[in-house]
Every structure is written in structure tokens, then in C-alpha cells.
């Protein structure tokens, strides 16, 4: 059946235009789909029905693969049996109708009060890249907005006198947060000097977190700050730059916040967006009473 690989890969490059990690993925899937039929004494693809299809996916699931994995077999496997179709090779499509597999949300990684305490201890130090990234995790935490927010910020966005935030999500819809005394605090002292000696001759830059060379810090240049401090503090999580986002939401919850007022803060449309936080939340209290009432 191996013979059918080729023109479909043929075809694949001259008439989709797919890249060459597209391509190399779509005759892996295939491949290993034919060596499963084969072993089934299956000659023809012609004999291939729906139930082979599932028994494949099965054992794949069987074998620990995600469901990401098996998602993106059913796709080569759907282009494979189309093209035959399309060709005349196989008289009817056993990939039709075939579903995805709804991957499972994993919930949000949420780190410790006292985990967060170290992370945002660990700039230390007067230069002006310690007093930046204290700043920039401290803000974070304060407020929960996204990475993105945080590094879109302009000097006038927060208001570290009235202590508040402005920030615009991806659809431009901006939203007002309260910032606390230590984020302002934070900010004031970066901002106050810091920041100037990090512009360089970049004077009109509005950025309030700068690079190196004087820039709009990026996402991967906050990625790759937040993930050193997390090695100085010690935090065996494999934590994300949303990490603090999320511990935001769940400890604010945890401390008696009203959901749709973490809601508005995290900028979240729908509430059920939020209420995952609520559910950590409560588990989270429920082990602080066990671990801490005397008649648990």
C-alpha cells in the first residue's frame, strides 16, 4: 500500500504548498497508519473501513500518545483518504465524519503565596535591569494582566501616585486596575532614573519596559527573565510568564474576592472563563483548613 504514499506526498507539495515540517508530519502519520493496516493483512486501501481507523487511533491512545497527536493523525489521515477519493483509487472516504478528540484542559499551574514571595524577592540589587524586572514581576502580580499587557505598557499607562493600571487586551478593549503600595512602589523606583539609563538615545520611546538596547522589551525577553528568577527562587514548577496571572486570580479568590470583580480585572468576557480559579481556590482552602483546624 506504501505505492499510494508517494503521489499523495506528490501531491501534497505541488498543489497544497504545505512547508516541509507539514509535509514530513503528514508521511510520518501516513506511514505509520499503512505499517498498522499491513499488519492487519490489509493489501488495498480500498479495504480500509472506519473501524480500522478507530482501532488505530485506539491503540495510539493506548500507548500514552496526546491528544494532540491523534487529533493531527485524523488530519493527514482525512488528506490521504481524500486525495485517494479525488483520484478514483477508493470508492468511499472512511474518514468521514471521524471526530477530533477533545483534548483535556489541565488546570492552571498556581504558585504558592510563599513561592511568589521568593520569585518576586529574587531582583536584586541598584542596576537598572534588577529594578526593571522588580517592577515588571511585581506589576504582574498586582494586577494579573497578560504578558502581552505588560509589555505593551506605556510610561503614562500606570499611575503609580493614584495606583493604577491601564492596560489594552489583543481586541483593544482597555480596562482600569488597581495596583497596590509595593507595585507602586516598585514601578516609582524604576521609572524615577532607571529606566532613563536603559534608553540610550532612544528618547521618544514610550515603552515603559525597555531592553538592553533600549527597546520595547519583548514576550520572549520577559520569558526568559521570569524563568531565570524562577531558578534563583528555587521554584521546581516549570513556570510560565501567565503563571503569575493565574496565581493572581486564585489567591485573590482564596482571600474572599468576588468573582466577577476578578473577572473585570482579568479582563475575561465570559465568567466561566474565571470560575476555574474558584474551584482551585476552594480546594485550596479546604487543605489550609485541614492542615490547620484544630478539630479537622
Known amino acids: 500500500m506504501k505505492s499510494h504514499l ?18 514530513e508530519s503528514y508521511g510520518r502519520d501516513v506511514t505509520q497508519f499503512l505499517e498498522f493496516a499491513a499488519g492487519r493483512g490489509i493489501a488495498s486501501p480500498d479495504e480500509i473501513r472506519r ?17 494532540a497527536t491523534v487529533n493531527r493523525s485524523t488530519v493527514s489521515l482525512r488528506a490521504f483518504f481524500h ?15 471521524m471526530d477530533k478528540i477533545k483534548p483535556s484542559k489541565k488546570p492552571p499551574m498556581i504558585l504558592s503565596i510563599g513561592e511568589v514571595e521568593r520569585l518576586l524577592a529574587a531582583p536584586g540589587g541598584n542596576s537598572p535591569q534588577g529594578m526593571r524586572d522588580k517592577a515588571m514581576l511585581e506589576l504582574l502580580y498586582a494586577t494579573g494582566i497578560r504578558v502581552s499587557e505588560l509589555i505593551s505598557l506605556d510610561v503614562g499607562d500606570v499611575q503609580t501616585g493614584l495606583k493604577f493600571a491601564r492596560c489594552s487586551s489583543a481586541s483593544g478593549k482597555e ?25 540610550r538615545s532612544s528618547l521618544d520611546e514610550p515603552a515603559l ?51 466577577r470583580s476578578v473577572q473585570q480585572m482579568l479582563g475575561h468576557a465570559d465568567i466561566s472563563t474565571t470560575q476555574i480559579y474558584s474551584g482551585i481556590a476552594r480546594k485550596n482552602m ?8 484544630p478539630r479537622a
Open 83 to 97: 486525495f485517494l477519493l479525488k483520484t478514483r483509487q477508493i470508492n468511499q472516504d472512511p474518514t468521514l465524519d
Open 175 to 199: 480596562r482600569i486596575i488597581p495596583i497596590g503600595t509595593i507595585a507602586a512602589d516598585s514601578v516609582a523606583r524604576y521609572t524615577d532614573g532607571m529606566r532613563d539609563k536603559l534608553l
Open 51 to 67: 473501524t480500522h481507523l478507530l482501532q488505530y487511533h485506539a491503540q495510539l491512545r493506548g500507548a500514552g500518545r496526546a491528544a
Open 209 to 259: 519596559f525597555l531592553n538592553s538596547l533600549g527597546g520595547r522589551l519583548t514576550r520572549q525577553g520577559f520569558w526568559k527573565i521570569i524563568k531565570k528568577y524562577a531558578r534563583e527562587a528555587q521554584i521546581e514548577q516549570d513556570i510560565t510568564p501567565h503563571t503569575l496571572r493565574h496565581s493572581f486570580a486564585a489567591h485573590l479568590l482564596e482571600g474572599g474576592a468576588d468573582l
Open 6 to 23: 508517494q503521489p499523495f506526498m506528490q501531491y501534497l507539495t505541488e498543489d497544497k504548498g504545505l512547508s516541509p515540517s507539514t509535509l
Open 286 to 293: 479546604k487543605e489550609v483548613y485541614e492542615n490547620h483546624h
